[in-house]
């Protein structure tokens, strides 16, 4: 036993969360386990231990496999810049900034970095489930493909095919993969699963039987919806969900164009005392709201533009004249500040940017990027926040002088005289129990005793049962070698 992959028959159908409960299973079954994506594309990132940042999903399969998570699970990151370029990282540290186009051409060079962590992992663990990215049925890409067969060949890596009922469609998108695939892919199919199943699984029957015979394959069982996936990391911004169920302190969260680390939310959207709604384009900023969220974001000039032409500025200019409350979190704090300052160009073209101006605080971008797990302490609280910092540009100012935690003797964030405007580097610092608590409560709402933490390793040793219960586990992880 050495490695199996899942591979999607589309995008979207729930690579991730499969890989997750199977890294779960494994180690349950007293496997040393790993995850592996050889490329991801994602704007929602973590910071490893060994001091890079791979995509979130591989951070929470990291949790689920019992590991700290480190650069090698996920070697390649693409985070998005614009329409049609993004951030090329490769072991944790940004290599250069590619269009779309151009990156076909990078590709030859990243895969021996791809095989190199792979091996690594192969050789430090018993099992290494890999997750593919997209699907291989996007066969105009397979020239050079690093994430899906092209990576599945070279390491000799046996595939598991996933469809998702719930989309509609997937004896055709599981026959449909097999049609157009090269005879070579398709050999290194072991067959395949369905996703998201709702209602009555034998209905489906006919339909599991008719992929069967069509394909060869032979099927692992099929896996019904898990609504408590929502309780995890999302690693999509489509994925974000409109509100909270919760009631009290009403917090509202932009949503940006190039929204990054967003999971910065989830532990506040599963507060009871807490109702939080994510403000999308064309929706003005409730009145009522008791606090503002300005998210991180991959592009701080070009989402600010962003924020000015949906009229968010001026919502949050006459929220501040009611006495509402804003966070700013890395780039949604750098927003808060009089001028944002690009000379190089990293973010877009090169040049300056009026800021908001509610923050003393001035930002200029630079290369060099801060990634960085911290534990700091908040001014406000006096409470122990655990986090990360992962952003370029550095800021500074008068309002510096009133920070918004302390990171050992170093200031960190800046605020208001009285903090009703506070901006942060601070990413994840909603997961420290005992500061999310007190910041609620500083509102007068009614913080939950729940652990956010717990909470998370709980949903995952639910999904590892749930996936027993309805996949041949046996089976699948036979499929290693």
Same mark, same amino acid.
């Given at each position: 036993?050495?490695?199996?992959?899942?591979?999607?028959?589309?995008?979207?159908?729930?690579?991730?969360? *499969?890989?997750?409960?199977?890294?779960?299973?494994?180690?349950?079954?007293?496997?040393?386990?790993?995850?592996?994506?050889?490329?991801?594309?994602?704007?929602?990132?973590?910071?490893?231990?060994?001091?890079?940042?791979?995509?979130?999903? /591989?951070?929470?399969?990291? /949790?689920?496999?019992?590991?700290?998570?480190?650069?090698?699970?996920?070697?390649?990151?693409?985070?998005?810049?614009?329409?049609?370029?993004?951030?090329?990282?490769?072991?944790?540290?940004?290599?250069? +900034?590619?269009? &779309?186009?151009?990156?076909?051409?990078?590709?030859?060079?990243?895969?021996?970095?791809?095989?190199?962590?792979?091996?690594?992992?192969?050789?430090?663990?018993?099992?290494?489930?890999?997750?593919?990215?997209?699907?291989?049925?996007?066969?105009?890409?397979?020239?050079?493909?690093?994430?899906?067969?092209?990576?599945? @060949?070279?390491?000799?890596?046996?595939?598991?095919?996933?469809?998702?009922?719930?989309?509609?469609?997937?004896?055709?998108?599981?026959?449909?993969?097999?049609?157009?695939?090269?005879?070579?892919?398709?050999?290194?199919?072991?067959?395949?699963?369905?996703?998201?199943?709702?209602?009555?699984?034998?209905?489906?029957?006919?339909?599991? @039987?008719?992929?069967?015979? /069509? +394909?060869?394959?032979?099927?692992?069982?099929?896996?019904?919806?898990?609504?408590?996936?929502?309780?995890?990391?999302?690693?999509?911004?489509?994925?974000?969900?409109?509100?909270?169920?919760?009631?009290?302190?009403?917090?509202?969260?932009?949503?940006?164009?190039?929204?990054?680390?967003?999971?910065?939310?989830?532990?506040?959207?599963?507060?009871?005392?807490?109702?939080?709604?994510?403000?999308?384009?064309?929706?003005?900023?409730?009145?009522?709201?008791?606090?503002?969220?300005?998210?991180?974001?991959?592009?701080?000039?070009?989402?600010?533009?962003?924020?000015?032409?949906?009229?968010?500025?001026?919502?949050?200019?006459?929220?501040?004249?009611?006495?509402?409350?804003?966070?700013?979190?890395?780039?949604?704090? /750098?927003?808060?500040?009089? &001028?944002?300052?690009?000379?190089?160009?990293?973010?877009?073209?090169?040049?300056? +940017?009026?800021?908001?101006?509610? *923050?003393?605080?001035?930002?200029?971008?630079?290369?060099?990027?801060?990634?960085?797990?911290?534990?700091?302490?908040?001014?406000?609280?006096?409470?122990?926040?655990?986090?990360?910092?992962?952003?370029?540009?550095?800021?500074?100012?008068?309002?510096? &002088?009133?920070?918004?935690?302390?990171?050992?003797? @170093?200031?960190?964030?800046?605020?208001?005289?009285?903090?009703?405007?506070?901006?942060?580097?601070?990413?994840?610092?909603? &997961?420290?129990? +005992?500061?999310?608590?007190?910041?609620?409560?500083?509102?007068?709402?009614?913080?939950?005793?729940?652990?956010?933490?717990?909470?998370?390793?709980?949903?995952?040793?639910?999904?590892?049962?749930?996936?027993?219960?309805?996949?041949?586990?046996?089976?699948?992880?036979?499929?290693?070698?």
């Amino acid at each position: 036993m050495t490695a199996l992959m899942i591979q999607g028959a589309g995008s979207n159908v729930g690579k991730s969360l *499969l890989v997750a409960g199977l890294c779960r299973a494994a180690r349950r079954r007293g496997l040393s386990v790993a995850p592996f994506k050889p490329q991801n594309m994602s704007n929602n990132a973590a910071v490893t231990v060994d001091g890079g940042e791979i995509g979130r999903a /591989q951070a929470l399969q990291a /949790q689920a496999a019992g590991l700290e998570p480190v650069t090698d699970m996920n070697p390649i990151l693409l985070k998005p810049e614009s329409e049609i370029g993004a951030q090329v990282v490769v072991h944790g540290r940004r290599l250069t +900034t590619v269009k &779309a186009r151009d990156y076909a051409d990078l590709k030859p060079r990243l895969l021996p970095r791809v095989l190199e962590s792979f091996g690594r992992l192969k050789a430090a663990h018993d099992l290494v489930i890999v997750e593919g990215a997209g699907s291989p049925a996007e066969v105009n890409l397979r020239a050079g493909d690093i994430a899906n067969m092209g990576f599945a @060949r070279a390491a000799d890596v046996p595939v598991i095919l996933a469809g998702d009922i719930d989309r509609g469609g997937v004896i055709a998108q599981i026959v449909g993969t097999q049609a157009v695939l090269d005879p070579g892919d398709a050999d290194m199919i072991a067959g395949f699963l369905i996703n998201k199943f709702r209602g009555d699984v034998s209905l489906f029957d006919d339909g599991y @039987r008719l992929i069967e015979a /069509q +394909t060869g394959w032979r099927g692992f069982g099929v896996l019904p919806f898990f609504a408590e996936a929502a309780r995890l990391p999302a690693e999509d911004a489509l994925d974000l969900r409109g509100r909270s169920a919760g009631q009290g302190l009403k917090i509202a969260c932009l949503t940006f164009e190039r929204i990054a680390n967003f999971d910065d939310l989830d532990p506040l959207a599963q507060e009871p005392g807490v109702s939080l709604t994510m403000i999308r384009a064309g929706q003005a900023i409730p009145g009522d709201t008791d606090l503002v969220i300005l998210p991180g974001t991959k592009s701080t000039r070009a989402d600010l533009a962003y924020l000015r032409s949906e009229g968010w500025d001026v919502d949050l200019a006459a929220h501040i004249r009611r006495g509402g409350h804003v966070l700013g979190l890395c780039g949604g704090y /750098q927003m808060l500040g009089t &001028a944002i300052h690009d000379p190089e160009g990293i973010e877009g073209p090169p040049g300056s +940017t009026e800021g908001l101006g509610w *923050l003393g605080i001035e930002t200029v971008m630079s290369r060099d990027k801060s990634l960085e797990r911290v534990t700091a302490r908040h001014v406000f609280t006096g409470q122990e926040v655990s986090g990360y910092e992962i952003h370029i540009g550095q800021s500074d100012g008068p309002d510096r &002088a009133r920070p918004f935690a302390h990171v050992g003797d @170093r200031p960190e964030g800046a605020s208001t005289l009285y903090g009703e405007i506070q901006g942060t580097y601070l990413h994840g610092l909603f &997961a420290s129990d +005992t500061f999310r608590r007190a910041y609620i409560e500083g509102f007068g709402a009614v913080a939950g005793a729940a652990s956010y933490g717990a909470g998370v390793d709980a949903v995952l040793d639910d999904l590892a049962e749930h996936m027993a219960r309805h996949l041949d586990l046996d089976a699948i992880l036979a499929t290693a070698r």
